[in-house]
């Protein structure tokens, strides 16, 4: 299943992903709790058979995996940019807009 989803459906995708923290936050102790895992999944199924009737768990799972790695690709090119010793006008500025709504910081998605 390809689809192509546009910068509004997956701002809301990752609002709600927001909402879940079971899902995110490693470092808490709710994210041990698989029924609240679970629950979390099936918010982001129910929001993503809005577009996609025949979304299910292991398409949100690989959704959120997909943007995690993106998350984690351009940041990695921000960082490696401001290490080079480059002056503030060559910093690496991220293409996409994952930058902005996205927060799959490295203290929460390891």
Known sequence: MA????????ADFIDEYKNHPALWNV???ISKNKHLRNKGI????????ERIPE???SFVKKKINNLRTAYK???????????????????Y???????????FGPDRTS
């Open 3 to 10: 689809f192509e989803f546009d910068k509004t459906f997956v």
């Open 27 to 29: 470092k808490s102790v």
């Open 42 to 49: 099936e918010a982001l199924v129910l929001k993503c058979k």
């Open 55 to 57: 979304a299910d768990d």
């Open 73 to 91: 690709r351009e940041l990695a090119k921000v960082r490696a940019s401001k290490r080079t010793g480059s002056s503030a006008d060559e910093i």
């Open 93 to 103: 500025v991220p293409t996409r807009a994952l930058h902005g709504p996205y927060f």
